[in-house]
C-alpha cells in the first residue's frame, strides 16, 4: 500500500500537450478512478504513474519517493487491462502462483497464499481446472486475483469492466468494490463511464483536455459541480444546461434563450447569477430529477410551461422531454400520467438549480 | 395497416435454427428487436430486407407476399453496423447519392440534406471524406444517407452503438423525433436494452432464435411473461430467489432469505418456483414499519440520483435501487420490504404464474 502524490505533471507528445500541470493526493487505501471522454489523458497519467511514461515536467512521489529511477518491474505494481491476459492453458492454481513463483517465494507460502486468494475470490473449487474452463464471471475474479497476490503497492486497472455486457457489469462492480475493501489496497481505476466511477471511487478525478477539471467524492461532484463540463459530465440522464443573455425586464431577471425562451430566475440561482456583477451570458443547469409536476410546492419555484414531445421508458421510470420553443427540458415522469402532445407547467427549486459562466464554465455563486 | 408481417417464418442454419416467428410491424410504428448477442435479431432485419429467404412461412410487405419483390422493389433503407459508405465521395456526395440515382430535383435533394444534417448533427463534416472522419461521424454520415432516400421503411441494425453515452442519449430522442416527423415505419435492432425500451413504440424479444415476448416497454418491463424475459429487461437486473409454496399456497417461503411472502391469487400450491424482484421493488424500512427481511449491505454504490445497495446472500448478490441519495454503511444490516404487487413468480419450466 502507497500513498501516491503527483505534482504539478505535465506531459507533451511533440507539440501535443496530453497532461496539462496536473496535481493530485492520493491516500493510502484509496480507490481512485480517473475519468474523462477518450482522449482527455487518463491512460498518460495512469501510464506515468506505472512508469510506462517519463513526466515532461513535474514529479510523481510514492510515500514521497521519487521512483522515476527505479525499474518498472521493481516498482511493485499490479495492472488489469481490458484483455485479462490469463494463461488459459495452464490451471487456475498456475494462474494465481505465478507471479509468486517469479519471486522466489517458497513453496508452502506460494500454496497458503493461492489457496487463500481462491477462497476469496470463490473459485477454491475451480483451482485444479484449465483456466480456459472459466465462466467470463470466473474468469474477471481471476485476473484480478493474480494481480492481487503479489500484494503490489497499488493496483492500476484500465477499463477492466468495459468488454463485459451491461447486467455482468452491474454484478461485477459490486464484487470489485468488495474486493477493494478486502485487500485495503490503493486502486487507481480509469473509465470513461461515469456510472462505474461514481459506483466504485472513494473519488473521481475528472479529467478533460489534460487538465484536473474537478477532485472530490462521487456525491460531492454530483451535487456541486465546479465547472459546466463536470456538471454536464456527471450525472445520467445528463442535467439540464441552459445558455442564455441574462437580461432585466419588468424588475423581473430573466435567462434570455436563443429560439425565444425565457426562464425567470429568482431565489438562489438569481443571486448566484448576480454574484459576479461581470457576468452576461450564463448557463442555467437543473437535474433532471429535481424537476417536478403536478401542484406548486413552493412560490419561490421557478415556473414554465413546456410541450411533451418524447417520453422514454429508461429503467423504473420514463423520461421526458418538455419542449419550450426551441429548448428543450429533460425531466423524469415522477407521477407517471404524462402524454405525447400534453402542455403542461413545470416547476424547477432555485436552490436545486445552477448558475455557470458560458465562457469560462467555472460556476457562480456558492461554492 | 400493417407495414411489414411476417408469418411463420422458419430458417435452418447449420447450427442454429431462426423461427418459427410471427411478427406485424404496423405502418409508422416504431419496432424495437431486442436479445442478446446472435440471438438472431439480424436476420430478421435480412429477411425483411431480402437479403435471405425464409425456408418456411412468409415475408408480406405493404400487403403483398415479399417472395414476388426484389430488394430494391421491397424499398427498404438499411444501416447497418459495418456501414459502407462510399470512399470516394464527401459526406454529402454520400448523402445525397440515393436521391440522385433516382433522378430527385436539386430543391428536393437540399432539402433533404438540410433536414437530416439538422437532426444528425452533421453540417460541419459534409465535406470531408469517409476516410477523413472519426467513426462516430461515419456512422452519422451513414444513417443521413438511409435517411435521406425517404423509403418505406428503415432497418437499423446496432445503428448507434459505436457512439459515444452522451452521444447516444442524444441521437435515440432524434432518432424518434424524426421517425415521428415523417411517419415512417422503423425497425430498430439492438443488444442495450436500455436504448430499445427507451425508443421502441413497441419492441420484440428475441431468445434462441424466437420471439419470447412482443408489448409496449411498459408492459414488457412490468410483466415479463417468462424467466428469459425478466433475465435480460432492466438494468441492473431483477433479482431472482428459489423457493416454493406454501401447501395451503397463501405464501412463497425462500429459504435463503429466511422467510416468506404473502401471494396473492390461488397460484401454486407445495410447488417450487422462482421468485423476481427489481431492484427498485425492495423498499429500505425503518424501525417500526412493516419488514419482510433484513439483508447484510456489503457495498455502497453513490449514483447521485440514486443510490444502488448490494447485500451478499450466499453465491448471489441482491441489488437494491433506492431513491436519491441514502445513508447506509457497508457492512451495517438493513431492514427491507418487497413490494407485494411487483412481485414476479415464475414456474420451474421459467413460464409466468
Avoid at chain 1, 340 to 365: C, H, I, N, T
Wanted: glycine share 8%.
Amino acid at each position: 500500500m502507497s500513498s501516491i502524490q503527483i505534482n504539478s505533471v505535465t506531459k507533451r507528445f511533440g507539440d501535443f500537450t496530453a497532461v496539462d500541470d496536473l496535481s493530485l493526493d492520493i491516500q493510502e487505501g484509496e480507490f481512485v478512478a480517473l475519468l474523462g471522454p477518450s482522449g482527455c489523458g487518463k491512460t498518460t497519467t495512469m501510464n506515468m504513474i506505472a512508469g510506462l511514461e517519463d513526466t515532461s515536467e513535474g514529479s510523481i512521489l510514492f510515500d514521497g519517493q521519487d521512483l522515476s529511477k527505479t525499474r518498472i518491474q521493481d516498482r511493485n505494481i499490479g495492472f488489469v487491462f481490458q484483455n485479462y491476459a490469463i494463461f488459459t492453458h495452464l490451471s487456475v492454481y498456475k494462474n494465481l502462483s505465478y507471479g509468486l513463483e517469479v519471486k522466489k517465494i517458497s513453496k508452502s507460502e506460494v500454496d497458503r497464499r493461492v489457496r487463500a486468494m481462491a477462497d476469496r475470490m470463490s473459485i477454491t473449487h475451480r483451482l485444479d481446472q484449465p483456466a480456459s474452463s472459466l465462466s467470463v464471471n470466473e474468469m474477471q475474479k481471476l485476473a484480478i486475483g493474480r494481480s492481487a497476490i503479489v500484494e503490489p503497492r497499488i493496483f492500476l486497472l484500465d477499463e477492466p469492466l468495459s468488454n463485459l455486457d451491461a447486467g455482468f457489469r452491474a454484478y461485477m462492480r459490486a464484487e470489485l468494490k468488495v474486493l477493494q475493501h478486502e485487500f485495503g489496497q490503493t486502486m487507481i481505476y480509469v473509465t470513461h463511464d461515469q456510472i462505474e466511477a461514481m459506483s466504485l471511487a472513494d473519488k473521481i478525478a475528472i479529467i478533460d483536455q489534460g487538465k484536473l477539471m474537478q477532485y472530490g467524492s462521487p456525491l460531492d461532484i454530483y451535487n456541486s459541480p465546479d465547472n459546466r463540463f463536470v456538471a454536464n459530465f456527471i450525472g445520467s440522464p445528463r442535467m439540464n444546461l441552459i445558455d442564455g443573455e441574462i437580461r432585466e425586464e419588468t424588475s423581473q431577471l430573466k435567462l434570455m434563450v436563443r429560439g425565444g425562451a425565457e426562464i425567470p430566475l429568482q431565489g438562489q440561482v438569481k443571486s448566484d447569477f448576480t454574484s459576479d456583477g461581470r457576468v452576461h451570458s450564463g448557463s442555467f443547469g437543473i437535474r433532471p430529477q429535481d424537476i417536478y409536476f403536478g401542484d406548486k410546492r413552493s412560490t419561490k419555484d421557478i415556473e414554465m410551461h413546456g410541450t411533451v414531445e418524447v417520453l422514454e421508458r429508461v429503467g423504473p421510470k420514463r423520461i421526458v422531454h418538455l419542449q419550450v420553443l426551441e429548448t428543450s427540458f429533460i425531466a423524469f415522469d415522477d407521477q407517471d400520467q404524462l402524454k405525447l402532445g400534453d402542455e403542461v407547467p413545470f416547476f424547477m427549486p432555485p436552490d436545486k438549480s445552477m448558475a455557470f459562466d458560458v465562457v469560462s464554465g467555472r460556476r457562480l455563486g456558492v461554492v | 395497416m400493417n407495414a411489414i408481417e411476417i408469418k411463420n417464418v422458419v430458417k435452418t442454419y447449420p447450427e442454429f435454427t431462426l423461427g418459427p416467428i410471427g411478427l406485424e410491424i404496423k405502418q409508422g410504428e416504431f419496432f424495437g428487436i431486442f436479445g442478446p448477442p446472435s440471438s438472431g435479431k439480424t436476420s430478421i432485419l435480412k429477411l425483411i430486407l431480402g437479403l435471405i429467404d425464409p425456408d418456411e412461412g412468409q415475408v408480406i410487405i405493404s400487403d403483398q407476399d415479399a417472395k414476388e419483390l426484389g430488394v430494391a422493389e421491397r424499398g427498404m433503407s438499411m444501416v447497418f453496423q459495418n456501414l459502407a459508405l462510399f470512399p470516394h465521395m464527401t459526406g454529402r456526395e454520400n448523402i445525397i447519392f440515393p436521391l440522385k440515382e433516382r433522378g430527385a430535383s436539386d430543391e428536393e435533394m437540399s432539402r433533404q440534406l438540410d433536414l437530416v444534417s439538422d437532426v444528425l448533427h452533421i453540417s460541419h463534416i459534409l465535406h470531408k471524406n469517409p476516410a477523413q472522419m472519426s467513426g462516430g461521424e461515419r456512422q452519422r454520415i451513414a444513417l443521413g444517407r438511409a435517411f435521406a432516400a425517404n423509403s418505406r421503411a428503415m432497418l437499423l441494425d446496432e445503428p448507434i452503438a459505436a457512439l459515444d453515452a452522451r452521444l447516444r442519449e442524444e441521437m435515440r430522442v432524434e432518432l424518434k423525433r424524426l421517425q415521428r416527423e415523417n411517419n415512417q415505419t422503423f425497425v430498430y435492432v439492438s443488444h442495450d436494452e436500455e436504448e430499445v425500451m427507451a425508443i421502441s413504440d413497441r419492441l420484440a424479444v428475441v431468445i434462441d432464435g424466437k420471439i419470447a415476448q412482443i408489448g409496449a416497454p411498459d408492459d414488457v418491463y412490468s410483466r415479463p411473461n417468462s424467466l428469459s424475459v425478466a433475465e435480460v429487461i432492466g438494468s441492473p437486473p431483477m433479482n431472482f430467489f428459489q423457493g416454493q409454496f406454501s401447501d395451503d399456497g397463501q405464501f412463497f417461503d425462500v429459504e435463503s432469505l429466511g422467510g416468506r411472502l404473502p401471494v396473492a391469487g390461488n397460484i401454486g400450491k407445495g410447488g417450487k418456483a422462482t421468485l423476481g424482484i427489481r431492484p427498485e421493488d425492495i423498499w429500505l424500512v425503518q424501525d417500526g414499519e412493516d419488514t419482510d427481511f433484513e439483508l447484510s449491505i456489503s457495498s455502497v454504490e453513490p449514483l447521485g440520483g440514486y443510490t444502488i445497495l448490494n447485500a451478499h446472500l450466499g453465491d448471489q448478490i441482491v441489488k437494491i435501487r433506492a431513491p436519491g441519495q441514502v445513508n447506509v454503511a457497508e457492512g451495517s444490516t438493513q431492514k427491507v420490504s418487497f413490494d407485494q404487487r411487483r412481485i414476479h413468480l415464475f414456474s420451474d419450466n421459467g413460464a409466468r404464474l
